[in-house]
């Protein structure tokens, strides 16, 4: 099998979900994995795929990735940003919590606080957080997304203004060069403007894969949140955001 012809059938077998592991191409095309990331690094290169540590995805600017998948993605880079986040949230703390696997990453890393109270509108954190006894967790009204156990809508967001909380822990799906938060869902952008606008600090956590990841949907501007936690350095113009609006970055 020729390279060209690898890399066409790669593509196809991405394109059938949205994302594939590096082990999953290997033991598919019974080659090297040296061999599959120089043929992603490709496709990359090309603007075909989008690389990510462990395997590559097709992108889209209006359908996110599959929430199974995205659950698997840089994991060990969410685990990292979750632990620095959660280490600025004191026992008794009111919180926010938004959508998004990264947001269930800080979840799962708060388990080791007491006292909190949560309202999230991410039915994934409310399972996790109602584990435990000590933990007031509110979830908020409205329609439930089936792929991710995201609430939205109007009733949500009214729901979400009626607080005023101490900490917005806030995932995205893209920050662009300007700064501009991105995300696929105009119903769950809404939440979230409201959980910023609710929220006496907010804390916005992204791995590097974020950076320049387009969606069709404006969030807000990162220079609305009072920390970023990531584990790359950004881009020079995000950085340079980061600096004039005097935003605490924390690189894990």
Not at 95 to 103: C, P, Q, S
Not at 197 to 223: E, P, T, Y
């Amino acid at each position: 099998m020729t390279q060209h012809h690898r890399q066409q059938l790669i593509l196809e077998k991405i394109s059938e979900t949205g994302f594939a592991t590096i082990d999953e191409l290997v033991s598919h095309f019974k080659v090297t994995p040296q061999t599959i990331r120089r043929d992603l690094n490709q496709l990359a290169k090309d603007g075909r795929v989008r690389r990510h540590h462990g395997g590559a995805g097709i992108e889209s600017s209006t359908v996110n990735t599959a929430y199974q998948t995205r659950k698997i993605m840089n994991q060990a880079e969410k685990a990292k940003i979750a632990q620095a986040l959660v280490s600025m949230i004191p026992d008794g703390a009111s919180l926010f919590i938004n959508i998004g696997t990264t947001t269930e990453t800080i979840a799962q890393a708060l388990l080791g606080h007491k006292d909190l109270k949560v309202v999230t509108n991410n039915l994934q954190v409310a399972s996790i957080l109602g584990a435990k006894e000590d933990f007031s967790v509110l979830i908020a009204g409205g329609e439930v997304r089936p792929r991710d156990g995201g609430v939205i809508g109007e009733t949500t967001e009214d729901f979400i203004k009626s607080f005023q909380m101490d900490f917005g822990i806030i995932g995205i799906s893209g920050i662009d060069h300007t700064g501009a938060l991105l995300d696929f869902d105009y119903r769950e952008v809404r939440v979230a403007q409201a959980i910023i606008a609710n929220s006496r600090q907010v804390l916005l956590a992204a791995d590097h894969s974020k950076f320049g990841r387009n969606a069709m949907v404006k969030l807000g501007n990162i220079s609305q949140a009072d920390h970023f936690f990531t584990d790359q350095a950004p881009p020079a113009d995000i950085a340079l955001i980061l600096r004039e609006h005097n935003i605490n970055l924390h690189i894990v």
